[in-house]
């Protein structure tokens, strides 16, 4: 039977094309029990397989870990955050690490599943025929499963074929959690211990020394409060220059009226000449103003741009040393106790059960999926032959090369049994 090409008329062109619709629907036709009997054997022997598959269960446990780290982490913030704001906002806090994702790297790491393997004695259970501990861990990495939840939480999910020995192992990689958590917890707390520690006596050394050197300026210099000394200095100089300057007008006067040689002119003089002489002592200093039987509280004027600076050196490194010591203390205190803990650090949100139903395989899923990819293979295939077909009857060089084809006897078997299959399943019928 030859296929008759339909034909349409576009509205468009009015050009008639050909219509390969129903010369589709004959090669489906013509080569129907092909098809049915492929899709059908795929579909029966699927469905047989994925019977004689084991079923899976799926138990979960869900734990939340610290929302914050506590201890020395969050004191190092707070700590360094008032540390710079006491050094006029030189600095600023630390960022907090994702706890979450140190869960799920411990719970992923090859101690975590080395733990569970012997515990449960997966060797025997996966049946490793080496008893390679190294094979059951790899093969323990795929059926469980690690993630974080929507809320934060960590999910674990173990796939076993014992309902009761999946939710155990769930619930055994919270404590090996715990375990390893509290060990790195505790060699954290020790490293950062010893960490401060050497920090605390190196500042205690450097506050020594600046304690020191602020003394020994101040013992040389006569310079207690620069400041206020500065300030005091420059008021009675003020005070001084004043009266000097009223001393001098009343010298002139004097001069003029009582005449250069008077003794209360002589007496003006003097007491100009001196405050002149303080005044510039003031400024200038002298050359024994520095020494141990000074009496002078301040500094010269010529003197407190370069002292003042180095006064400021040194009290800055002195409130810079006691600032860090009064970090390092509590500082130190609570790495002592952290070094000292021992507690759980995840905070379990639900035990994993026994599951009630299977988690795989999902044989329904199975046999839908392997079906329709023996559909589309053998509608392929059906095409692909009627296409050689046809193109067999005129062009020798096509009916040569299916000949020289290697396979093509066991192809021709099989259809030849598919047809057989075909008439039997006709006569039964009939």
């Given at each position: 039977m030859t296929p008759q090409k339909r034909r349409t008329e576009e509205p468009g062109d009015?050009?008639?094309?050909?219509?390969?619709?129903?010369?589709?629907?004959?090669?489906?036709?013509?080569?129907?029990?092909?098809?049915?009997?492929?899709?059908?054997?795929?579909?029966?022997?699927?469905?047989?397989?994925?019977?004689?598959?084991?079923?899976?269960?799926?138990?979960?446990?869900?734990?939340?870990?610290?929302?914050?780290?506590?201890?020395?982490?969050?004191?190092?913030?707070?700590?360094?955050?008032s540390l710079m704001k006491g050094l006029s906002g030189l600095g600023r806090g630390l960022g907090t690490?994702?706890?979450?994702?140190?869960?799920?790297?411990?719970?992923?790491?090859?101690?975590?599943?080395?733990?569970?393997?012997?515990k449960f004695d997966l060797v025997r259970?996966?049946?490793?025929?080496?008893?390679?501990?190294?094979?059951?861990?790899?093969?323990?990495s795929r059926k469980a499963e690690f993630d974080i939840g929507?809320?934060?939480?960590?999910?674990?999910?173990?796939y076993d074929r014992d309902r009761q020995r999946a939710a155990d192992m769930a619930n055994y990689f919270i404590e090996v959690l715990n375990e390893i958590s509290v060990r790195l917890g505790t060699q954290e707390a020790r490293n950062n211990r010893e960490f401060v520690e050497r920090r605390y006596q190196e500042n205690l050394r450097d506050l020594r020394i600046a304690e020191d050197s602020l003394k020994a300026f101040q013992q040389r210099y006569g310079i207690y409060a620069l400041p206020e000394q500065t300030e005091a200095a420059i008021k009675g100089a003020a005070e001084l220059k004043g009266e000097a300057v009223a001393k001098e007008i009343q010298l002139r006067i004097a001069e003029r009226s009582l005449g250069a040689d008077n003794p209360e002119t002589q007496s003006l003089r003097l007491q100009l000449a001196e405050m002149n002489r303080k005044l510039r002592e003031?400024?200038?200093?002298?050359?024994?103003w520095f020494t141990?039987?000074?009496?002078?509280?301040?500094?010269?004027?010529?003197?407190?741009?370069?002292?003042?600076?180095?006064?400021?050196?040194?009290?800055?490194?002195?409130?810079?040393?006691?600032?860090?010591?009064e970090f390092l203390v509590p500082l130190y205190e609570q790495a002592k106790l952290e070094e000292q803990k021992n507690m759980p650090v995840v905070l379990v949100l639900d035990r994993a059960v026994p599951p009630e139903r299977k988690a795989k395989p999902r044989r329904s899923l199975l046999v839908l999926i392997f079906t329709a990819?023996?559909?589309?293979?053998?509608?392929?295939?059906?095409?692909?032959?009627?296409?050689?077909?046809?193109?067999?009857?005129?062009?020798?060089?096509?009916?040569?090369?299916?000949?020289?084809?290697?396979?093509?006897e066991t192809y021709r078997k099989f259809v030849r049994s598919i047809r057989r299959i075909g008439v039997l399943q006709g006569k039964h019928r009939g």
């Open positions: 009015g050009q008639l094309r050909p219509s390969y619709l129903f010369d589709y629907l004959y090669v489906l036709f013509k080569r129907r029990r092909f098809i049915l009997m492929t899709v059908g054997t795929v579909a029966v022997v699927t469905a047989i397989v994925s019977l004689m598959l084991p079923n899976w269960y799926a138990a979960r446990a869900s734990l939340l870990p610290p929302k914050k780290p506590g201890g020395i982490t969050s004191m190092l913030e707070g700590g360094i955050s690490s994702e706890e979450a994702y140190s869960y799920l790297a411990i719970l992923q790491s090859r101690t975590a599943m080395e733990a569970v393997v012997r259970v996966y049946k490793i025929k080496d008893g390679s501990i190294e094979k059951a861990v790899r093969k323990l929507s809320e934060g939480n960590i999910n674990i999910t173990v003031m400024k200038f200093g002298t050359s024994d141990d039987q000074s009496l002078n509280l301040f500094v010269p004027f010529k003197d407190v741009p370069e002292l003042g600076i180095e006064y400021i050196r040194r009290y800055r490194e002195f409130e810079i040393q006691n600032k860090l010591l990819l023996a559909a589309l293979f053998a509608t392929s295939w059906a095409f692909v032959a009627e296409l050689y077909e046809r193109e067999r009857e005129h062009n020798p060089r096509a009916a040569a090369l299916a000949e020289a084809l290697p396979g093509r």
